[in-house]
């Protein structure tokens, strides 16, 4: 045990332990239940199937490796058929857990585009629009379930309500978002302690609950990690400047206080049941689900903002607790261990919420449920060593002078072709997610640039300005935005300049900018791959690189050649024509190449073979990109 803990130590400085053990945890998940066989159940859609599904989404962004993507379709197809329908799903049980797979549903339509998807979550969307509740408004967790509200449903249904209320425009649904959580607290918080309850019985006819307060009897901490999870979860798609998002926020500031209280001080985890004295508690345990998902909780609300950065403590301790106690190789396999296997409250047999009750349900190893859990809070923890590179810097990401748009679904006019928001090919998702495991803040820039609205930023992206096939009518690049943009580079800001092909990008305008630093992107293109010959797009960055320092082997497609003077220098060089250039220029810094290359259809590795390393060279290129010019 000693050893695993000191490789964590060395892991948090080096950052390479936490991903091994999450991609070893990850194998485990694929030898366990393989192919299409549904996770936890093995037959069921069964809501802790998502829980691991949503842990190797964090692992496919933070690698790279799309076997992560694949898997999650493959488990994704099992269930969801082409008409929509999903095998096994009844709405009519109105049970809310069936929800939580919607996520994967969502990330599925985002990525591929395919209808069966949106129809499929449409399906789950409708559940929720009918879903039974307590008259004040908050769901019912099961219809079996009558007038009840537990914890665990908020993690099921609102991080899924709240991205399909983002993708599709449901702009008020998120005032029911954020009361589901204020009606949660509202019930079932403890005044003394500021822990939750597990559950709360508006109608206080069930025998668990507190003739009162209609709260069950006790803390159980995986409820807590349920809610606390879906508060991060759905404060990523919450509009920033919606009224109640900030209750939220001290919501989740509250909970974290009370939760960091009872971190046991000797391992860092914490106990099954919560703040319990009474009879028995000796066989009270540390328990793995818990303690991941209020590590995860915690790291994720801190680099989003959310919690002061001072509470990442927390986590840490809590995630050098998990490590040494319950993650265990052991002939060839990693396991997770120390999950209890379930907890509810009433039903058949009756579970009353004694801490008798609770003690009673069984431990066991690579329960999904902990499994998932460990992933999630590993992909966040694998973040926290590089948050530093990029703290307290925007990345600006031009919407001006490409400024594509379409209609979507929903018939709305949506910025698309390398915007951060997109998931499929053109968009630049996965780019951003690198930005931001850098520790870089994401922005968008609808207008020109200027002074003022360039000042906030450190970095500055600007990528295939749109000509007039494009757009109707396209914002050109002129002498004020030259002016304004070259003295933003002068002060110390980072450019980045992505032209493409003279075929499909504004060469003759975006010059006039890329004069000011020595470069001109040419009407010769080279590397004009042909169907998926992928050999024909390579780059070698060549050794001594001073940007690209970990890829042997680039893959760039119909790439604009630069001419280049000083202060431009060539960065990278194909057949003696210049690919990529980098010019220092007074504080500042800028690097163009003549391709908008690191879009997902060439960073997420789904179609790329990993032999070419974009995905490395994303990386490379960030830190470069967030990193102050050298004096």
Not at 251 to 263: C, D, G, H, M, S
Not at 327 to 339: P, R
Not at 574 to 582: E, H, L, P, R
């Amino acid at each position: 045990m000693k050893k695993i803990i000191l490789v964590f130590l060395i892991a948090l400085s080096a950052n390479t332990f936490a991903q091994s053990v999450e991609e070893k945890v990850a194998a485990t998940v694929m030898s366990l239940w393989k192919d299409t066989v549904p996770i936890g159940s093995n037959t069921k859609w069964s809501y802790d199937m998502g829980v691991v599904l949503k842990g190797f989404e964090g692992l496919w962004m933070n690698t790279g490796k799309a076997e992560y993507f694949f898997d999650i379709q493959r488990k994704m197809d099992y269930f969801v058929k082409d008409d929509g329908t999903i095998k096994g799903y009844d709405k009519d049980d109105y049970n809310i857990d069936f929800v939580n797979n919607g996520k994967l549903v969502l990330l599925l339509y985002r990525v591929t585009g395919k209808d069966k998807y949106k129809k499929a979550a449409d399906l789950l969307r409708s559940q929720l629009a009918s879903q039974p509740r307590t008259h004040e408004g908050g769901f019912w967790h099961k219809k079996i379930y009558t007038n009840q509200m537990w914890l665990d449903g908020l993690y099921m249904g609102e991080p899924f309500y709240a991205e399909y209320a983002m993708l599709f425009h449901e702009d008020t649904a998120f005032n029911d978002i954020a009361n589901q959580f204020i009606w949660m607290e509202k019930h079932a918080r403890d005044a003394k302690t500021g822990l939750l309850y597990h559950a709360w019985d508006e109608s206080k006819e069930q025998k668990w609950a507190n003739k009162e307060t209609g709260t069950s009897p006790l803390f159980w901490a995986r409820a807590m990690g349920w809610y606390s999870d879906a508060l991060v979860d759905a404060l990523e798609y919450f509009p920033v400047n919606h009224p109640k998002r900030k209750a939220l926020i001290d919501i989740l500031n509250r909970l974290v206080n009370a939760i960091e209280k009872q971190q046991d001080k000797a391992t860092g985890l914490w106990y099954d049941i919560m703040n319990y004295s009474g009879p028995g508690k000796e066989k009270n345990y540390l328990e793995n689900s818990a303690s991941c998902q209020f590590v995860y909780a915690i790291a994720k609300g801190v680099r989003k903002g959310y919690l002061p950065a001072a509470k990442i403590a927390i986590a840490k301790k809590g995630y050098e607790g998990i490590l040494n106690k319950f993650i265990k190789e052991e002939n060839g396999q990693t396991d997770v261990l120390g999950t209890v296997k379930v907890s509810g409250l009433g039903g058949n047999p009756y579970r009353d919420g004694s801490f008798e009750y609770y003690m009673s349900e069984q431990v066991i190893p690579n329960d999904a449920k902990g499994i998932g859990a460990f992933l999630l809070a590993a992909s966040e923890m694998y973040m926290v060593p590089t948050q530093s590179i990029g703290a307290g810097k925007t990345v600006l990401l031009d919407r001006w002078f490409n400024s594509e748009k379409k209609k979507d679904v929903t018939g709305a006019d949506t910025y698309w072709h390398y915007v951060w928001e997109e998931r499929s090919h053109p968009g630049f998702y996965t780019l951003g997610s690198v930005f931001q495991r850098y520790g870089a803040k994401l922005a968008s820039l609808d207008v020109a640039p200027t002074a003022a609205n360039l000042k906030n930023a450190q970095v500055y992206i600007i990528v295939d300005p749109d000509h007039i096939r494009d757009n109707p009518k396209p914002n050109f690049v002129n002498a004020a935005d030259v002016k304004a943009i070259s003295d933003w580079v002068k002060a110390g800001g980072t450019l980045l300049l992505m032209a493409n092909d003279s075929n499909n990008c504004d060469l003759k305008h975006f010059n006039l900018l890329g004069a000011a630093f020595g470069i001109q992107f040419t009407d010769k293109s080279v590397n004009m791959v042909k169907n998926d010959q992928f050999e024909q797009g390579v780059v070698v960055p060549g050794a001594n690189n001073p940007v690209f320092t970990t890829p042997k082997k680039m893959y760039l497609k119909e790439v604009s050649t630069l001419d280049i003077k000083s202060p431009a220098v060539a960065n990278a060089v194909k057949d003696g024509d210049v690919i990529i250039a980098t010019a220092n220029y007074g504080k500042g810094k800028v690097l163009a190449v003549g391709d908008p290359w690191l879009y997902n259809e060439y960073l997420d590795n789904r179609k790329l073979p990993l032999e070419y390393e974009n995905y490395k060279s994303a990386e490379n290129l960030v830190k470069w990109l967030l990193q102050s010019p050298k004096k």
